[in-house]
């Protein structure tokens, strides 16, 4: 409850940037490849369930370009369920799982819209992420010919388009930096304070890593 008077005053004040990088909205995510598009969602999560892993969500991925749906299925999970990236087999497919890194799309509601919570989280009233009025996106009745408006922002495109100026900014190099060296003051040997500053890709790693809980 708190959490979410938090998140609530932070938003109101325009802040969604800071949230979506709170450590308990981490989740495990993971990519599972080589599941056409005819096995549901459903069917992959029970299947999941049996092989005894703890499933928060499944979604199927579809194309940036033309939304076309992908052999590609992303699962989100408790950070302790990370045995599912060495995951082999689901609904009798072969399959290969990959690691979504942490943070690679902010967090926003398929209830209001908003950034920096989940839809299990939200109080507030629906919005539709199509034509931004207040029902539930399934529930649209626009049309293609229609416009879409954004949710946040007004502007003729759904709310979810990374485009929109509502749209979290990445976490910049700068900041990745300053967290890096966050880590190093506490407690890192001086041998390793030279490396606070590595190249992007690097310290995008070591930042990913410094988010995940201790085992
Ligand atoms: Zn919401
Ligand atoms: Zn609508
Ligand atoms: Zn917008």
Same mark, same amino acid.
């Given at each position: 409850?708190?959490?979410?008077?938090?998140?609530?005053?932070?938003?109101?004040?325009?802040?969604?940037? =800071?949230?979506?990088?709170?450590?308990?909205?981490?989740?495990?995510?993971?990519?599972?490849?080589?599941? *056409?598009?005819?096995?549901?969602?459903?069917?992959?999560?029970?299947?999941?369930?049996?092989?005894?892993?703890?499933?928060?969500?499944? @979604?199927?991925?579809?194309?940036?370009?033309?939304?076309?749906?992908? *052999?590609?299925?992303?699962?989100?999970?408790? &950070?302790?369920?990370?045995?599912?990236?060495?995951?082999?087999?689901?609904?009798?497919?072969?399959?290969?799982? !990959?690691?979504?890194?942490?943070? +690679?799309?902010?967090?926003?509601? =398929?209830?209001?819209?908003? @950034?920096? =919570? +989940?839809?299990?989280?939200?109080?507030?009233? /629906? #919005?539709?992420?199509?034509?931004?009025?207040?029902?539930?996106?399934?529930?649209?009745?626009?049309?293609?010919?229609?416009?879409?408006?954004?949710? %946040?922002?007004?502007? !003729? =495109?759904?709310?979810?388009?990374?485009?929109?100026? #509502?749209? *979290?900014?990445?976490?910049?190099?700068?900041?990745? /930096? %300053?967290? &890096? &060296?966050?880590?190093?003051?506490?407690?890192?040997?001086? &041998?390793?304070? #030279?490396?606070?500053?590595? *190249?992007?890709?690097?310290?995008?790693?070591? @930042?990913?890593?410094?988010?995940?809980?201790?085992?």
């Amino acid at each position: 409850e708190d959490y979410r008077r938090l998140t609530r005053a932070l938003a109101d004040e325009g802040r969604e940037y =800071h949230t979506y990088s709170l450590p308990s909205e981490r989740m495990l995510r993971a990519v599972i490849q080589g599941l *056409p598009d005819g096995i549901s969602n459903d069917e992959i999560r029970s299947d999941l369930e049996q092989q005894g892993y703890n499933i928060t969500s499944v @979604f199927r991925m579809r194309s940036r370009r033309d939304r076309a749906p992908m *052999p590609l299925v992303l699962v989100q999970a408790p &950070q302790d369920q990370e045995d599912l990236l060495k995951l082999t087999r689901c609904c009798h497919l072969v399959v290969r799982v !990959e690691a979504q890194r942490a943070n +690679a799309n902010p967090t926003q509601c =398929h209830r209001c819209q908003r @950034f920096g =919570h +989940a839809q299990s989280r939200c109080t507030a009233a /629906a #919005k539709c992420v199509k034509c931004g009025e207040g029902h539930h996106s399934a529930d649209c009745k626009k049309t293609r010919e229609t416009p879409a408006k954004c949710a %946040n922002c007004g502007g !003729e =495109h759904p709310a979810s388009y990374r485009g929109c100026l #509502k749209f *979290p900014k990445k976490l910049t190099k700068k900041t990745t /930096a %300053n967290q &890096q &060296q966050h880590k190093i003051d506490h407690g890192a040997s001086t &041998q390793q304070a #030279k490396f606070a500053y590595p *190249p992007k890709v690097t310290a995008a790693k070591s @930042f990913a890593d410094a988010a995940r809980p201790k085992q």
